[in-house]
């Protein structure tokens, strides 16, 4: 599919600054047809491209006001499966490379929650549909509410508090995963039909010989995403990191079709991986 | 019931060090037919009565060695009630005295659990049936393993992690209480047919007019306890807290029907109170 | 001295609910000369005086909207005294009935920031200099940050994340007491000059043979305070304890001298007890 | 420095079981003239170098007792500089593949300690000197303390609790410095000299152009160190993890110089770097 997305971000600098954005369409798995990056006033920047595929950018501020806009377009390249074709890789057979997203991280300590993951999904079918009965459990047993949670809060606090916004919905997800043994990474995005629309948190897990995407708070069809991001967790892929004295102002993001109108297309149960 | 308790406690002090003990049967429910406190070598205490009933035992002690032993026969008196006939009382009318036993403590945040408990256990009925509902659902859903939990560990934690010791399921259940408006109590006991033996801990909610027993762990029946102490959780109602440069030695404890032997009677699902 | 206190609240029920108050002035140690309670609209509503001496109103409100008015003219009697002539006291010699507040709760973590506390001001001279020693380093070393403290926030996170608010900050001094042996309370207040006005949390300590107010904070004069409640920590002393469907709306509090004018004193540095 | 390390490792498993050891040396700013690895009984393993230089092996147990043994002789290449020449980095000039030591991580949460470490830490002269006046002020406000924190203890317990083991005092290391914008990285080790001979965990910081090694425990000399593994802490560099039924047993480990004896040299206070 393909979408136009735009994001717009504004920054007081009060003294020499230093930002690092994260909030450009990855390449992995999408092609960019077009895309522009401003900065106003303009200063110069300087990009990378992580192994990860995430693509930062760096701005040395100095004092005063910014404004940075980026749009795009973007068309991802869903692949669609039938999730009982999509097993799990045991541990013993998993790429040593994704051995990383197995491991315990700042908001996923999965050892923490290893002993119910196993409890209740250990005895569920392997595959994508074990994945999926973790969303499910989440979704009917988390609450989704603004303001429950906040940057400090783990996915152990987000499990004993029972609400959470998305990032904690990924972060619980991906911890049950892992304590499962099943590698999962945190992925940032656009989210199409999210309402309002923000900087949307899903995340993928490790099934096959790909990544998956999964969405556990249902708000936005995983097919329906611009994969900006990935990592460990959250901690990972902050859109915005800055070291200075720096104040945030609005931000306003927005992602909508561009191609031929598919709004009333149902939400696919399908297997999806935006990954290539 | 009648039974014998005993308990013997050995401590190696280093310097002027002060220990305050709450080791003996609470007379409040219980009738002692014969006791008797020492230390060796002999020195000086002091013993005083909460307005909770716990007995304090406070010893001033110099460098050295010494064994505390305590050995009483204790009646309980326990009243059985079936459970259906115990109701719930509406918070607008609990006595006011009670109501601090609503709130959050040092192990107890039942404000963080209450999201779950509420759903959880908010809409079955309400009653003695209710709070052995939380105790059903926590030896279902937590598994009692020693050294799984320290002395810092919150029932928040334990929710978390499924795994704790009998101090644990106690905090618990206070908590998923507490979050649903049901006054709960720590309580420190004797436990017949602990095993193995040592001081247990299990909890009392408030329900019609009185405080009623529960024991999550099924490690010991209700009605099979000699009670020590009662309060918040399990930071008020220590065997021995010491202020100075001493160490703990080893620890034992005994309790053994002293009456008529009862030892093959099935496990009671009465309601059980305790506190007379 | 002589103070006008106020104080009101909001309320909108949209259920029976049960709501309990704690905002009356204590009688301990002060003289209330005249004071009103009412809530409109006018409801029955029922009072307790807790053993610590804390007055609780409960009110069972049906669907609407309430206020809550309280006003008062009290008149409060510090002693003031030495520091240097208020010694601590070996927790050998003290009431048992203070040992309670030696203990760990909710907020006050003691356990956990014992190291440190003993490390830091385990080598002081013993007295109320010691406990101002205390909240100087607090004082020095900790934030004052509105917004940076939320109702879960422990001692132990306010000593690692050196910010929070006024129950932070008593939270934290609590601890330090409590951990090198001399008993604390938690104390909310009317605090005269508090800006801007809210209710205010401070803390005693035990010393000589009675309690002592601090204010870690600094933000009112200690004779400039009108107590409420004391207790552990916060967990003992809301204001305002609701249960069922209510939403609190705008809150309002003032204090102000009713005697002759007094404004331009300087703070004291005295030992004060309002403790009677 | 030419060492001689040997580690053993014993494991039960009592099914089908997946092991990922993390025990031989780097090769990064290391010369390894000899090495084995052995299990008996023998059975397959592959192996694989992440793009740390972290060398994993992965076994796939049957049901059985297995010993694992390596041995190696190792080559560190340690360069020396003044500590007054090696600068800090602003992070706008930090190569981008190091930013991600500058975010929090699972036993690292650098935001919670940010407070503390500009207050402490940010009026200091920026360079080699500052991470070691870092290390400094650990060692003198931390208990190294075996049995004081478990395999869940992050950095804010370790600092409000004051005790820890080497991997506590690395990962408070690595907090402060990240809060501080310097990029930081746990790094496991043989540690010649360290007593208990255990695996050794220190840490790494980004001066200069490259990575600065430090050990805030001073148990083990920084020219000492056979590195073994890098990551963000310990999450990222256990020397063993498995998945499936299996029990560890026994670990020994050693680490002698191989070289011309220089037993009695003192403790540099350079500059060291391991990592070529």
Redesign the interface.
Known sequence: MRFAIASSLDYQAFG?S?L?LNIEAMREGQAIHSEAFSINPDIAH?D?V??TGNR?R?L?LGPGSYRITYTAEVETMPSHESPGDVPEV???QLP??V??Y?????Y??S???A??AI?QFGQLPQGHERVTAICNWIYE?V?YLRGSS???TTA??T?????GVCRDFAHLAISFCRAL?IPARFVSAYGWQLDPPDFHAVFEAWLGNRWYVFDATRLSPVDGLVRIGVG?DA??T?FS?F?GAITPGPLSVSITPAGPADETRPWTTDAVSLSG
Chains 1, 2, 3, 4 share one sequence.
């Open positions: 020499p230093t690092i300087e990378h992580a192994e930062y760096r040395l045991p541990v013993s040593l490379a051995l990383p197995l491991f315990a991280s700042r996923c300590p050892d923490q929650l002993r119910f409890r047993h609450d906040d940057t400090g152990a606090e499990f004993a508090q029972r609400a043994g460990r901690a990972d902050a990191t070291f």
